[in-house]
């Protein structure tokens, strides 16, 4: 099973969307223990790393005050 959706990040994407608003970096704590508890078999990230190519690596080295918001004019850029 897969989780997807705002995941990594702190607002709905849809409403992040229309109201134009920026969409701070999460705590991942709740998605490390739905992959530990077996709940879920793989997280998708999609908009944290549209803004921030490193995410996956930033959070393995511990780097999670390195993370950057999305704002949605980030899906004008590709890296």
């Not at 970096?25 to 549209?50: C, F, K, T």
Request: glycine share 12%.
């Amino acid at each position: 099973m897969i989780t997807v959706g705002s995941v990594g990040l702190d607002n709905d994407f849809i409403a992040g969307l229309f109201s134009r608003e920026r969409a701070e970096p999460a705590g991942l704590e709740r998605l490390a223990q739905m992959v530990g508890s077996g709940e879920v078999d793989l997280v998708a990230i999609g908009r944290a790393l549209l803004v921030d190519p490193a995410w996956a690596e930033k959070l393995r080295d511990g780097r999670t005050g390195e993370l950057l918001p999305f704002t949605p004019d980030a899906l004008k850029i590709l890296h």
